[in-house]
């Protein structure tokens, strides 16, 4: 295998212990004196450099002054008056703001022996004057030509000087990069930024008195209003909502959102500037539970019929949500996204608020007019009614499918579309293989969309009948074995009651899952 050394060509070594020397000279002493030639090599270049720039800037500057000061004396040359007097007005015209006419300060160590450095105006008085003196010298009627002539040449001079000086630059900023020196080490990414939470902004510690609205389900506060966007589906929307880990029962049931939250909702929608700087400024209020809080604060206030603040409440939501959902960069990228007029994500994002809003006011109408039929009955609130999924027979239970992606087999295609119809929130819990995760689900959304979603599902083949394996020794084994037993007589007896039933009907019943409307007590 070749190896190729040339990268180590650049590196450029002040101390080689490999170096050969003469044997009447000290080894350790030429290597200081090599040492100390090459740090004075690299002292004197990089001054010479720093030289060289800093004239660069005065030529620059002194070429734009004698350009103006041509310029001047071209726009008098139909005057009448004396070149002299020409000259000293054009100078005058010429000479630009006043708080431009001192160069900039030199580098340590450039320059250092000139006690004052001489301003642009003084430079240009010496150039005319020297001008002045080759005209004088000259024996040229034309004296206004003369002057033009010879401040042409002198612009030609310092035009030439200034190539040089950058060729010479260039020269030697390549001679320095050409060496990889301990100098050219350094750090190239050692920052970081930690965005401390405010004290005062941490949530209210569990068990302190939380306001509450009384309504007549008050899981229908805890149910997400957005609406899938992206399958263009509204079935179950309200099932999409995960549920937040590690907070407790308590918590969980009303979150509220925090003072920060509260604050935050309080901002104009339409004032995105203040609320980049809010979020920068107090990070805490990117929690969930803070978007959820400020979203239930919207439902109180269209209860109350405060419309404006409702919808403002739901825009500031959706916007930590938005943010919280794109990831790491996220609000950056939001605000810069939903700032750009005619951006897809502008109108996405104004559509979703519109949607949720308008979602919120329907359920807030519905609400108010059960209460008042709750009143006008006299009854203090009925159940609600839910969806379940049970296994019919005992020790059976239900095991859920995931249609396959990609498949082969026509069936399973068409029972994997139906899947991705289904609501984000409905999928997680279908593909989590857990009943009761499912269940959840079912009991966020209306009677109507569970019994459609239920019925899609047995269209997919995604519930199917197991048998249940348990330990027939222990207590709880035998209690279900009796259990079993039990239905198998009456099962019997029902067949001898009704003989003409067909074995296709026993094969469905076996099969079927009873879905039970369940009340859900306030």
């Known amino acids: 295998m070749v190896v190729d050394y040339a990268k180590w060509d650049a590196l450029e070594l002040s101390d080689d212990s490999d170096i050969e020397v003469h044997p009447n000279v000290d080894k350790r002493s030429f290597i200081r004196a090599k040492q100390n030639q090459i ?4 002292f004197e270049r990089r001054h010479e450099i720093d030289t060289l720039k800093y004239e660069r800037i005065i030529n620059d500057g002194l070429i734009k002054r004698i350009n103006t000061l041509l310029d001047a004396l071209e726009s008098h040359r139909s005057s009448t008056r004396t070149a002299e007097e020409l000259v000293f007005q054009s100078l005058i015209e010429s000479a630009g703001d006043p708080e431009e006419d001192r160069p900039p300060t030199p580098p340590d160590g450039v320059h250092s022996k000139v006690e004052e450095r001489p301003t642009y105006s003084k430079m240009m008085a010496s150039l005319v004057d020297s001008v002045n003196k080759e005209v004088s010298a000259s024996d040229e009627d034309d004296r ?5 002539k010879k401040l042409r040449e002198h612009l030609k001079k310092v035009r030439g000087l200034q190539a040089e000086l950058i060729s010479r630059l260039g020269e030697l900023e390549r001679e320095e990069a050409r060496k990889i020196t301990s100098d050219s080490i350094h750090t190239g990414f050692d920052s970081s930024s930690v965005a401390k939470a405010d004290p005062k902004a941490l949530p209210a510690k569990k068990g302190a008195d939380v306001k509450t609205v009384e309504v007549l389900n008050p899981a229908a506060l805890k149910k997400d209003p957005l609406k899938d966007l992206d399958s263009g589906t509204s079935s179950g929307a309200e099932a999409d909502v995960d549920e937040p880990a590690g907070v407790e029962d308590g918590d969980e049931e009303n979150p509220e959102a925090s003072e920060v939250g509260k604050e935050f909702a309080k901002i104009k929608s339409s004032d995105y500037r203040a609320s980049m700087q809010y979020i920068a400024q107090h990070p805490t209020v990117m929690m969930e539970r803070e978007s959820e809080g400020i979203l239930i604060l919207a439902f109180e206030y269209q209860l109350k019929g405060d419309d404006e603040m409702a919808r403002q409440c739901v825009h500031q939501s959706l916007l930590l949500s938005y943010c919280r959902q794109l990831g790491r960069d996220g609000v950056a990228m939001f605000f810069k996204r939903v700032t750009t007029q005619g951006h897809q994500a502008q109108k996405m994002f104004y559509d979703d608020v519109k949607n949720t809003y308008a979602h919120i006011r329907t359920r807030t109408k519905a609400l108010a007019a059960e209460r008042a039929a709750d009143a006008s009955s006299g009854g203090g609130g009925g159940d609600v009614e839910q969806i379940q999924l049970h296994p019919v027979e005992p020790g059976t239970q ?17 029972a994997r579309a139906i899947f991705d119809a289904f609501p984000p929130g409905l999928k997680r819990a279908l593909q989590s293989a857990s009943l009761e995760e499912v269940n959840k689900v079912l009991g966020k959304m209306s009677v109507e969309e569970a019994e459609d979603v239920v019925m899609k599902l047995s269209e997919g083949d995604m519930l199917n009948l197991d048998a249940e394996v348990f330990d027939a020794t222990t207590e709880e084994g035998q209690a279900k074995m009796r259990e079993i037993e039990e239905f198998e007589r009456l099962k019997i007896q029902q067949l001898e009651l009704e003989p003409g039933k067909d074995e296709k009907d026993e094969e469905m019943v076996e099969k079927s899952a009873i879905l039970q409307s369940t009340p859900d007590p306030e």
């Open 398 to 414: 239900i095991r859920i499918v995931v249609p396959p992606e990609n498949s082969e087999d026509e069936a399973e295609r068409n």
């Open 144 to 148: 206004f030509g003369e002057y033009v």
């Open 39 to 42: 740090h004075q090599q690299r």
